[in-house]
């Protein structure tokens, strides 16, 4: 789909469009350090459980962690600085993981990714799609929540699950290991145009198993009604160890917000325009000749979604705070450990890509990655190289459950217990072209990233190094530079040791 049509059908499905804030000036030393504080009148909104009640001694005796796993959709990853809750809590309180990645950046493949630890070509969901990806082509036998159920812990799963669920039959089915079930469904009542729209508003859900349709009310807001059923299984399961899993469907397109927060980031003030050195990017010369296909969007439309998509994060931030309040009713905030993701990163006018994902860059492949529990790890901001992949055997050696051999990932057990912990030098990223939109003319490649270096292979032949370091913003391609032939050929060698994994 072009990038007008798409612009467009944004803007018909969003109830007031922006008028652009600031002037487009470039900002050549650019850096993200943004220092929000939220209008005055903002108040974060808390969804309570019903009648919560104290954890048992019980179950505070038992030394094994319950698990709180949020993770938003297509996040860009440097927002959740205008996230007053998810910053001045979580961030502050937490494990910071500075190089967070997403190891194929694009939703199913990740997700499948962080339910399995393994890499995308070992569980072999690539796209969104059958039959090269989808919900069908995900085999669910061996997850995160068979481990952990097997384990004796409760599992929650709300809000999206994997693309393409919708088509499974039986409708609404639960896949294995799951104890508590409620996930979005597509409306069949609806005509297919609405297309992601059906995900905020007038949307269905699977609740263990039964279709449930929510009808467009100010109410039903779905991110709000995943917050719910998230704040409500963490008060019913607080007498056993639970892993809870709350996938909200934000800040994805169409970049629907609440209607109480109608009125945010409509100043000035309130935000700043992302506009760092690879805004746009005018010399392409050097980048694989898909770059050229692409349509970049003007600064004005990036300026107007980029503030849809924070107006449609504060939500999610409700989130975060009523889980963060439920917690501590209940007395489980000194047992729980929250972990903190997105799917995927999201461009937002780097390299001349609009909003999209899929790419190499690290707008694609970076996330925000969170680890919060200050009553078992101290605050700190940490370097290590980390990724989705490592999620899954993490929840598992928290939990005590076997690690199966086909994982890929490993566990941040001993990285979070110890700053110092030995840790891999180097993660592999992988993509394949998809069915439509930007992501099918990105040819398949492969990269490996380093602390210091990124180096990409497609299978078109072409190649990208760059030297992070001195170059964060990937604008100058190494990889033809014979002064970088040793450094290319070193990198080479690792990733084809990664491919073999």
Not at 23 to 39: H, K, L, M, R, V
Not at 79 to 98: C, D
Not at 124 to 138: D, E, I, L
Not at 256 to 285: C, D, G, K, L, M
Request: some cysteine.
């Amino acid at each position: 789909m072009k990038r007008s049509v798409i612009y467009l059908f944004a803007m018909l499905v969003i109830v007031f469009i922006l008028a652009s804030c600031g002037d487009t000036a470039e900002y050549p030393g650019w850096t993200p350090e943004i220092d929000f504080e939220p209008p005055a009148d903002y108040q974060v909104t808390i969804f309570e459980a019903e009648s919560p009640e104290p954890v048992s001694e019980a179950r505070l005796a038992d030394p094994r962690p319950n698990i709180i796993f949020i993770m938003t959709d297509d996040q860009p990853s440097q927002t959740v600085a205008y996230m007053p809750t998810v910053k001045n809590v979580l961030m502050a309180k937490g494990i910071n993981f500075e190089n967070g990645f997403l190891t194929t950046p694009l939703c199913c493949p990740s997700r499948a990714s962080i339910l399995t630890g393994e890499y995308v070509h070992n569980h072999q969901v690539y796209t969104n799609r059958y039959p090269m990806g989808g919900a069908p082509k995900f085999d669910d036998v061996s997850t995160v929540a068979v481990w952990l159920k097997e384990a004796g812990y409760r599992t929650g799963f709300f809000g999206k699950y994997l693309n393409s669920y919708d088509v499974l039959e039986p409708k609404g089915v639960v896949p294995p290991g799951w104890s508590d079930w409620g996930v979005f469904l597509a409306n069949d009542a609806g005509p297919e145009e609405r297309g992601n729209l059906q995900y905020f508003f007038d949307f269905s859900m699977s609740a263990n198993g039964e279709p449930v349709v929510y009808p467009k009310k100010k109410y039903n807001y779905s991110t709000d009604i995943v917050t719910t059923k998230a704040v409500e299984f963490v008060n019913n399961s607080r007498d056993e160890p639970f892993m809870l899993f709350v996938s909200y469907y934000n800040p994805h397109s169409p970049y629907i917000w609440a209607p109480r927060h109608e009125e945010a980031f409509r100043h000035e003030w309130a935000w700043e325009q992302y506009r760092p050195p690879n805004f746009n990017e005018p010399n392409i010369r050097d980048k694989p000749d898909y770059i050229a296909e692409l349509e970049p969007f003007s600064p004005e439309e990036v300026d107007i979604t980029y503030k849809q998509i924070l107006r449609s994060l504060l939500s999610v931030d409700d989130g975060v705070a009523s889980l963060l309040n439920v917690l501590d009713q209940t007395g489980l905030d000194e047992n729980t450990i929250i972990f903190y993701l997105t799917d995927n990163g999201l461009t937002a006018g780097d390299h001349r890509f609009g909003f999209s994902k899929n790419c190499p860059y690290e707008a694609c492949i970076k996330t925000p990655y969170i680890v919060y529990a200050p009553w078992k790890y101290a605050a700190r901001t940490d370097s290590s190289l980390v990724a989705n992949i490592d999620l899954a055997p993490t929840f598992a050696d928290l939990a005590r459950a076997s690690i199966p051999d086909a994982v890929n990932g490993i566990s941040l057990v001993p990285l979070l217990e110890n700053s110092g912990a030995h840790w891999r030098d180097a993660i592999l990223l992988e993509h394949w072209p998809t069915e439509e939109g930007v992501g099918s003319i990105i040819p398949e490649f492969y990269s490996v990233r380093t602390a210091d270096w990124k180096y990409t292979e497609y299978v078109t032949g072409e190649s990208e190094l760059y030297d992070l370091v001195n170059d964060p913003y990937e604008l100058q391609n190494l990889a033809n530079k014979r002064k970088y032939r040793d450094i290319r050929s070193d990198l080479k060698l690792r990733l084809e040791e990664l491919k073999k994994e």
